[in-house]
Each structure stands twice: as C-alpha cells, then as structure tokens.
C-alpha cells in the first residue's frame, strides 16, 4: 500500500526564515498531495494542496512544489511568523483506492518559530 | 470545518467497557472518515464509508466497529478488544472523489482509567 515519509519530524526556524518541510510517497498513481496545519489540541485543517498534473502552487507566503518523478512534494513557508507555529502534515491520495478520498499522512512536522 | 460535531470532547472510559464515540456532519458529503492521532504522531486511518450503509476498514480497524445508517451521522464503537485505546480521534468527511477536501470534525479525547 502507500506510505508517506515526512521530514524533519522537529524544524526550528527564526521569525523571518523560510521553512521548508518534505515528504516522498512510494505508489506512482497519488494524484492527489494536501498539507495539514493543526495546532495543539485541535483540528487539521487544511492550508493547501496539489494535484498531480501541475508541479508548483502558491498561495500568499505558502507554496506546495511536486516532483512526480522523484515521488516527492514539498511545502515552502517564506517570512515565517509566530502563528506558524504547529504540527504540519502532508498526506496522499490515490484513484485507484476507490471513490473515497481516502488519504495515508505522513507522521508531521512540528514547526517552532522563535520570535 | 463547523459542519462537523463531534462528541463527547473528552471521554473517561475503564477497562473493558465499550464506549461510542459520535460524528455529525451537515454539510452533505457522501463520504466519512474516522482517523486515529497518538501523541507526537500522524494520523491513521480506522474506517471510511463512501456511502449509507457501507463502510470499509482502514488501517487500524481492529478493536473498532462503525455504523452508517444515515448520511449525516458516523458513529465510532471502541470495543474492549482494542487493547490500547487512549488516544485523540478524529472524524471527517469530504465528497466522495479523489482530489477534495477532507474537513475534520474537533475531535474526541478518549483515555481509558
């Protein structure tokens, strides 16, 4: 089945810095990448995604790139801000599992961003 | 995301006893989920339905049973067979098609005493 690595599980950056946070996933048809912000003790929520026909999404300070060669995806944090502090995860979805959206996480990535 | 209710937040459960854990969501989705967060770690799928009346395991559905009798209610059992339960769970929904949105709910803490 699909696995998804995400690394690093710990990054610490200082206000300002970019953050960049990365995951491979192992089955060739994913189409389908979301990045998962949840802060502590609540929800995920999501703060963007990709499919697997473009390479790049940007959205204000946030940018999700993929390399469907390599199986890999990214998330780019720019300008960071103390707010950005949280538990990321990025997931992966696969047509073939069936009409379910069913998506496999990675295990996250807790963000400090020192003031 | 406020279309989603789940309750109890928090559930004080002991050993051996069956407790069930319950989703709402009014936003009209065909598909639910039900996923599983330990401390410090991602989340794991437990059952998903795409539509009334069926329902399929995920990844971690020992332990647990589901019920989707009607589109807007998911409920998750935790039986005594799951032999470490205590943990935060999380139910979801989404239309069912690859490449939306998953919405989740609050969540539910469960710890067993």
């Known amino acids: 089945g699909e696995n998804v690595e995400q690394h690093p599980s710990t990054l610490s950056v200082q206000e300002g810095d970019s953050a960049v946070i990365k995951c491979t996933y192992s089955d060739s048809a994913s189409n389908y990448f979301p990045w998962y912000k949840q802060e502590l003790g609540k929800r995920p929520q999501l703060i963007i995604d990709?499919?697997?026909?473009?390479g790049e999404k940007k959205d204000q300070r946030i940018a999700v790139t993929l390399n469907k060669t390599a199986k890999h995806f990214s998330l780019h944090i720019t300008e960071t801000q103390p707010e950005d502090s949280a538990v990321y995860f990025c997931a992966a979805s696969n047509p073939g599992w069936g009409a379910t959206n069913k998506l496999i996480f990675g295990t996250g990535t807790l963000l400090a961003v020192q003031p | 995301d406020g279309g989603i209710t789940q309750s109890p937040k928090y559930l004080f459960r002991k050993e051996g006893q069956n407790v069930t854990l319950s989703c709402e969501q009014n936003?009209?989705?065909?598909?639910m989920y039900w996923y599983r967060q330990d401390p410090g770690q991602g989340l794991r799928l437990i059952y998903y339905?795409?539509?009334?009346?069926?329902?399929q395991k995920g990844d971690i559905a020992e332990g647990y049973s589901v019920s989707r009798e009607k589109k807007e209610s998911f409920p998750l059992t935790v039986t005594s067979a799951q032999k470490n339960p205590t943990a935060f769970y999380l139910c979801a929904s989404s239309i069912a098609r690859t490449g939306n949105t998953i919405y989740f709910g609050e969540g539910s803490w469960l710890t067993v005493v």
């Open positions: 936003l009209n989705h065909d598909a």
């Open positions: 990709i499919r697997s026909n473009v």
């Open positions: 339905s795409q539509i009334v009346n069926d329902f």
